[in-house]
């Protein structure tokens, strides 16, 4: 009977403690608030121009959350009060969102209040590409287009065309910024866009356009 009572006793404190860890998970995969980007930061621009580089060995070390701050504020922060942003879009439409792929989970990136809100937990970065270098990397940040947005073009060839050419002054402020403040990165095409809209849970209409993988650069 005492046997009995102390397995029944062990078993209640797994359980107990299974509950509170899987509560702490859960409280622990919430919203970002990230905190104001610093602008003073960086070298002057024709230097950065000099030095920006694609490149794919990363440091195993997460990125800081000012840091992280800094980047997604320089791909596609909000710069004036109304509402332009560091990127431009045709017709300031602003048709896409950056999807943030990390170690605890997946992030969209809310630029009008500066935060990640989370999307699915769990670590995806091995399915941000198809290069192993990919899920080395401590941030993946994915563009995606939503073609709905882009209402004057009736044909969908042209309103890729579009997103397209929004996306890619995104990724370069990315690149500039890496450059800028020692960061690596390297701008990526190669992905499967049907897994990953089914990981980020994209509606028809969003589309996954490019991505770039970031982290500070590997000691040597």
Known sequence: MRKMTGVL????????????MSTASAQDFTTIKLSPPETDNG?????VFKERKSDREFAD???TLQDLSNLLWAADGITRQDGKRTAPSARNVQEYD????????????EPKNHE???VVEGDYRKSAGVQAYVAA?????MYVADLSKITWM???TA??????????FIAENVALFCASEGFVSVPRLNMDTDKLAQIMRLNTDQKVILSTSVGYPKQK
């Open 9 to 20: 006793v062990l078993l209640s404190f797994v359980l107990m403690m299974t509950l509170v």
């Open 43 to 47: 070298k002057p621009l024709m230097q």
């Open 61 to 63: 070390t997460k990125l």
């Open 98 to 109: 950056i999807y943030v792929i990390m170690e605890q989970g997946v992030y969209v990136y």
């Open 116 to 118: 990640l809100v989370p």
């Open 137 to 141: 990397a401590p941030v993946d940040l």
């Open 154 to 156: 009736p044909d969908k």
């Open 159 to 168: 309103k890729l065309s579009i997103a397209y050419i929004d996306v890619g």
